[in-house]
């Protein structure tokens, strides 16, 4: 692995406050929230956000909200087909039983269920007119990033925070620029793998970047206390590593 599975760790964090801008709708039956940017600075590029496992809510708005303000069109869905998670979760809450079974025994959140909402949400972007795509991806999300840099499947940049669950074959099969943000402390995307996932990205020969931020725990870049400055400061670069990197490779 180029990062380990999700556990405990995705389900803890801190809700933001902040007036959201964007709008709710559906494609197809599965939920979205877009964000569009006041002067489309930025014609026919658009940002797909694949969400850590709290899917839309407050923080992951308020983000997609902020990458509009910056010019981009930015589309965020429901990986979990209407069962994400709340945060803090109950102790003895069985993480793992969730992602493969779904909270009612049907609804597992595999990469046999998820890739059919990644592909939709890609298809909508181009029907949309999007000829170019980059795509955030936030703990969970960060693996179908990879998945869909790989074999030109319709991402052309990615970004990564935190990443879980993210294979070495897939961050291996990436066809374009990468940057990820890292936490100090995380037990998902250890030091270890964000070593080997260095070496992983150099083989590539693609452009990529490994921020690590000293400080902070594993979803820092979407739940951290912001009343610890530090986590906040490290947030607040994370978000804009992003966008830095999408001026350059995306535009």
Same mark, same amino acid.
């Given at each position: 692995?180029?990062? =380990? ?5 995705? *389900?803890?964090?801190?809700?933001? %406050? ?12 599965? +939920? ?26 407050? =923080? ?17 869905? @429901?990986?979990?087909?209407? @069962? ?19 909270? @009612?025994?049907?609804? $597992? ?18 029907? %949309? ?38 294979? +070495? ?22 030091? %270890? ?10 083989? *590539? ?23 610890? $400055? ?22």
């Amino acid at each position: 692995m180029a990062s =380990n599975p999700p556990s405990t760790c995705c *389900t803890v964090g801190v809700k933001h %406050e902040g007036e959201t801008t964007g709008t709710t709708f559906k494609i197809g039956s599965i +939920e979205a929230y877009v964000a569009v940017p006041k002067d489309k600075a930025h014609k026919n590029t658009a940002i797909l956000y694949l969400p850590d496992v709290f899917g839309i809510w407050e =923080n992951s708005k308020l983000i997609a909200d902020q990458f509009a303000a910056n010019g981009y069109y930015t589309l965020v869905v @429901d990986l979990f087909n209407g @069962d994400a998670l709340t945060l803090n979760r109950p102790e003895g809450f069985d993480f793992m039983k969730w992602l493969t079974k779904g909270s @009612d025994g049907n609804n $597992p959140h595999t990469f046999e269920a998820v890739d059919p909402i990644v592909e939709m949400s890609i298809e909508y972007l181009k029907g %949309e007119g999007y000829t170019k795509i980059g795509s955030v991806g936030y703990c969970f999300g960060a693996k179908y990033v990879a998945r869909y840099m790989a074999m030109s499947k319709g991402i052309d940049v990615g970004y990564m925070a935190h990443p879980s669950f993210v294979t +070495e074959e897939e961050l291996s099969a990436i066809t374009g620029p990468l940057s990820i943000a890292a936490a100090e402390t995380d037990q998902i995307f250890t030091t %270890e793998l964000r070593h080997k996932s260095e070496e992983i990205l150099i083989k *590539t020969k693609l452009p990529y970047q490994i921020n690590l931020f000293g400080g902070t725990e594993h979803g820092f870049s979407v739940r951290c206390n912001l009343s610890i $400055p530090v986590q906040k400061f490290a947030k607040e670069k994370a978000f804009l590593q992003a966008v830095a990197w999408f001026d350059e490779y995306l535009l």
